[in-house]
């Protein structure tokens, strides 16, 4: 049942051209990204040998393209998750869904599975050019996977957000904007905490902000330390998203 | 007709906000029964057939289909179930193949009967040629067929159509209303709708609804009964006494109307014109009008629905039935 509703979520998506130009366009900015990344390199290349513990290719390309990436992905994850739910409600194809012997439940999470498949796919195409430097060199395979394990619990924090708001109006633009603003907001949560660790007076309401940033919990997963604590914030933080989805689709039928 | 009724409504109340949509409905389907939900727009009909389809929760009462409650457990209930709403639900970027296998899926249905199910789904609703074609590019008449395959796929116990007919050309409509009489023939059927002769033809039950209140819940025999029970409308220039009036034979009462005009009613067996035209040459009357008042379906459901307070129990012939009903016919037939 799950899979029905993910699979038709994914085919619509790829049905539009919307979804084949946000590959298109994202996967044109992070191979310039990652051209930019590889010029780096080579500049630096000459000076690493003689620093003793210098970064690796993985520090100097890998991290910081799937670190620029998550800011990309901010903006257009919204734009993949605007349709959900709301384009549903708009042509009334939602009754149908309602109508069917399926929970509320089920309903949410095929639609969030759908969105996570297409990306993880979109993931997928980035990390294949790291993985091409395996061509002339190494990784670090664990700093990799961490970091790109925080790119997928980030998108999928993303994605879940995003498919609440769809399920709070009939607009996709609205649905859109609002969660551009929600993920940009706890994106910038960080700053106040950044600035209150370089002052003087450091209050604990900003170290409370800081934490709940959704940027900063990345940051640690990017330097490749693991820290449970992150991944459920993470976890904490999809299903959250989820549960008031399911609630708002369940109020649906009971008030207007 | 079996007695057991698959759906059971009971004391169903809705409200929206302060307005009360649905107030104290009370009603059974029975097993391969049409059922004619009759009411003017905004009586409170798509509530009813929304809530009965589960996707709209009561404020009071319940909704058992098939003996299963409906908000009790909803799944259950809704396997029995198949809804078209008014406007019908289409994914218009799948092919009508697509969109029923998606239907198929959605409902349980086992994998080794999915194209069982939909090719018969399709056969049933006229659909087989067309099963490859986009539904964004289907016309109107087929895209209501496929709201229709979509709500019969998984063979229910109840069908539940809003409005099938809307906005559909008159050939279009008749071939709809073929495919409800087919459908019926292995579900139970309820029908919502404005259209009056659309009851009279596929209907086994009406009933009408208005400002949320059930108010005539009869079946077709019941009701094609009450429409034979006609009188005479006649204009005499010199009216003699009722009692010769009555006289005459098959003539059960006369009832003297305000414009001087007489209503006459008669046994229905028994048609007193020919009696009356006789008498009144032979004596003298100056007969200039003698008029036959037979009600059809639509005085009926205009008594019922523009009776603002009381709501008559036995409905008076009225020939002016309200202006509000014959556009939106005439809108239907263009």
Sequence with gaps: ????????????????????????????????????????????????????????????????????????????????????????????????????????????????????????????????????????????????????????????????????????TAQPTIAAVSTFGVLLLLWILDWAGNNAGSGASAGPGNDVLAYLSILRHYEALLKGVFNSADLIYYLLFITAFLVLTVRRLDAERTQH | MSKDSLITVE????????????????????????????????????????????????????????????????????????????????????????????????????????????????????LTEVGRRLIANLSKGFQQRVGIA???????????????TVGLDPIQI????????????????VLSTHILPEVQSVCDRVQIINRGHLVLNETIGEMRA??????????????????ELESIHGVQSVEPLEDGRLRIAFDADRDPSDAIVEQAVANGWGLHELMPERMTLEQVFVDITCADTALPQDSKPNLNPGPDLNPAQAGEAA
């Design chain 1, 1 to 168: 049942m799950i899979c029905a509703i993910a699979g038709r979520e994914l085919r619509s998506l790829f049905l539009s051209p919307l979804a084949w130009s946000i590959l298109a366009v994202v996967q044109l900015i992070f191979a310039y990204m990652y051209l930019a990344q590889i010029d780096l390199f080579i500049q630096l290349q000459p000076r690493l040998p003689m620093l003793a513990g210098a970064p690796g290719m993985t520090e100097i390309i890998a991290v910081p393209l799937l670190g620029n990436a998550a800011m990309v992905l901010l903006l257009v994850v919204p734009l993949i998750t605007m349709r959900l739910i709301s384009d549903e409600r708009r042509n009334q194809t939602l009754s149908l869904l309602f109508a069917a012997p399926i929970s509320m439940t089920s309903i949410v999470v095929g639609k969030f599975l759908g969105v996570m498949t297409f990306l993880l796919l979109m993931l997928l195409m980035i990390l294949m050019m790291p993985l091409a430097l395996l061509l002339g060199g190494t990784l670090d395979f664990g700093m990799l996977a961490a970091a790109s394990l925080g790119l997928l619990l980030l998108l999928a924090s993303f994605a879940a957000l995003g498919l609440f708001m769809s399920s709070l």
């Design chain 2, 11 to 126: 004391n169903l109340y809705r409200y929206y906000g302060e307005l009360c949509a649905v107030h104290d409905l009370s009603f059974e389907v029975r097993r391969g029964e049409v059922l004619g939900f009759l009411g003017p727009n905004g009586a409170g009909k798509s509530t009813t057939m929304r809530i009965i389809g589960g996707s709209l929760a009561p404020s009071g009462g319940r909704v058992l289909i098939n003996g299963i409650d409906i908000l009790d457990q909803p799944i259950l209930a809704k396997a029995e179930l198949g809804y078209m709403p008014e406007t019908p639900p289409l994914y218009r970027d799948l092919t009508v193949d697509e969109y029923l296998a998606y239907c198929a899926r959605i409902n349980r249905i086992a994998r080794a009967q999915h194209w069982s199910a939909i090719d018969s789904a399709k056969e049933r609703c006229g």
């Design chain 2, 150 to 164: 979509q709500a019969i796929i998984h063979s229910p116990a109840v069908v539940l159509l809003d409005e099938p």
């Design chain 2, 174 to 189: 008749r071939e709809i209303r073929t495919l409800i009489r087919e459908v019926a023939n292995e579900h139970s059927v």
């Design chain 2, 226 to 243: 009450k429409l034979q029970a006609t009188t005479l409308l006649v204009a005499l220039r010199m009216v003699p006494s009722i009692a």
